[in-house]
C-alpha cells in the first residue's frame, strides 16, 4: 500500500518553515500532497492557482511531491485521496493546544488517519505567512523566510500598488 500524507495549509505564501516541514516528510512517505486551502471566509494575497504554483516550483526538487486543493474538511480531502496522515508542522506550544483539538476530532471523524506534528526547524519558530506579508508590504527584505520565486512574487504583487 502507497504511504500518502498530506501537508495541508493556505500557504499565503508558502514559507522556508512550511518548505523545512514538507521537505523532512518527504522521506517518511511515497508521495506528499501539499494541499492548498480554499477558504472563501479569507481574503487571500495570492490565488490558489498562483499559491500552487509557488509550490509547485519551489518542491520541484523533491520527489512523490503533488500539489492539489481542496475545500471543506481535511479529514473528507484525505480520505478521498487515500493518505494516511497528516503531517502538520508546529512552531510553538500555542500552536499544539489548537492542533491537538483538530487532530483530535479528524481521529474522531476518520481514525484510519494518523496526525503527525513536527517540531519546525528553531530557525523558523517565528516565521508565519502573515509576517512575511506584512514585511514584504512595507519594503523589508524577507530573502531569508521565502524561497527565491516566493520573494520574487511577493515583491511584485506589492510594487505594482495593488495592495500598499
Known amino acids: 500500500m502507497k504511504r500518502i500524507a498530506i501537508c495541508p495549509g493556505s500557504f499565503d505564501p508558502i514559507t522556508n518553515g512550511h518548505l523545512d516541514i514538507i521537505e523532512r516528510a518527504v522521506p517518511i512517505f511515497d508521495e506528499i500532497i501539499v494541499a492548498v486551502l480554499n477558504n472563501s471566509s479569507k481574503q487571500p494575497l495570492f490565488s490558489v492557482e498562483e499559491r500552487m504554483e509557488l509550490i509547485a516550483d519551489v518542491t520541484s526538487h523533491l520527489p512523490h511531491i503533488k500539489v492539489d486543493s481542496f475545500n ?93
Open 72 to 164: 471543506g474538511l481535511l479529514v473528507d480531502y484525505a480520505a478521498e485521496v487515500g493518505a494516511i496522515a497528516i503531517v502538520r508542522g508546529l512552531r510553538a506550544v500555542s500552536d499544539f493546544e489548537y492542533e491537538m483539538q483538530v487532530a483530535s476530532i479528524n481521529k474522531k471523524m476518520n481514525d484510519q488517519i494518523e496526525t503527525l506534528f513536527m517540531m519546525t526547524n528553531n530557525q523558523y519558530s517565528f516565521l508565519s505567512s502573515s509576517i512575511v506579508k506584512e514585511a514584504a508590504k512595507y519594503g523589508a527584505s524577507v530573502v531569508d523566510l521565502v524561497p527565491s520565486s516566493v520573494e520574487e512574487a511577493l515583491r511584485q504583487r506589492y510594487t505594482r500598488g495593488e495592495l500598499r
